[in-house]
T-cell receptor, first 113, second 110 residues
């Protein structure tokens, strides 16, 4: 256990559905991240939050909408997704700076039909 | 182009052998980190080596860093079947994010 939990672990949704991914960290960290991991591609950083403020949006399409209500919780709201959005979505946290050691959750395996 | 690129992409060895994975990067770094990922799971941090360090050990892991060649290597000694996983190096870019390579898939056959 890394101290970072993600729910759900698996999600299948249609292109017209709206769903949300949840991440929670119990480490007292101040920074949280969403990554996308597709087969045979490097890990792609999507969003960075520091002290609840979004500090980075890596040109992510607007059909992905993050929310960070506090330093311990991070959500990724999904709507009108495309089949190519199917991937493993990983949440991570770190003490402060993005270059500190990052602690990852187990991921949500998303399949878009 | 990748900041961190691992080599080889895949490595298959027998239990008990040593496994060596390499990482090359392009820009100056403050530190380099190695992570491990079991299939379909999150990444787990293994070791961090700072730019002023040349070698670091943790259990059966040995990491080296050559800043003049902009490269790092991860050595796993006396490998076990449980070491089967993907291994990623991560480097700092622009002081604001970690960039991960595509990883090396290590298979240790019993």
């Amino acid at each position: 256990e890394t101290g970072v939990t993600q729910t759900p672990r698996h999600l299948v949704m249609g292109m017209t559905n709206k769903k949300s991914l949840k991440c929670e960290q119990h480490l007292g960290h101040n920074a949280m991240y969403w990554y996308k991991q597709s087969a045979k591609k490097p890990l792609e950083l999507m969003f960075v939050y520091n002290f609840k403020e979004q500090t980075e949006n890596n040109s992510v399409p607007s059909r992905f909408s993050p929310e960070c209500p506090n330093s311990s919780h991070l959500f990724l709201h999904l709507h009108t997704l495309q089949p190519e959005d199917s991937a493993l979505y990983l949440c991570a946290s770190s003490l402060g700076r993005a270059t500190d050691t990052q602690y990852f959750g187990p991921g949500t395996r998303l399949t878009v039909l | 182009s990748q900041q961190g690129e691992e080599d080889p992409q895949a490595l298959s060895i027998q239990e008990g052998e040593n496994a060596t994975m390499n990482c090359s990067y392009k820009t100056s770094i403050n530190n380099l980190q190695w992570y491990r990922q079991n299939s379909g799971r999150g990444l787990v941090h293994l070791i961090l080596i700072r730019s002023n360090e040349r070698e670091k050990h943790s259990g059966r892991l040995r990491v080296t860093l050559d800043t003049s060649k902009k490269s790092s290597s991860l050595l796993i000694t006396a490998s076990r079947a449980a070491d089967t996983a993907s291994y990623f190096c991560a480097t700092e870019t622009s002081g604001s994010r970690l960039t991960f390579g595509e990883g090396t898939q290590l298979t240790v056959n019993p």
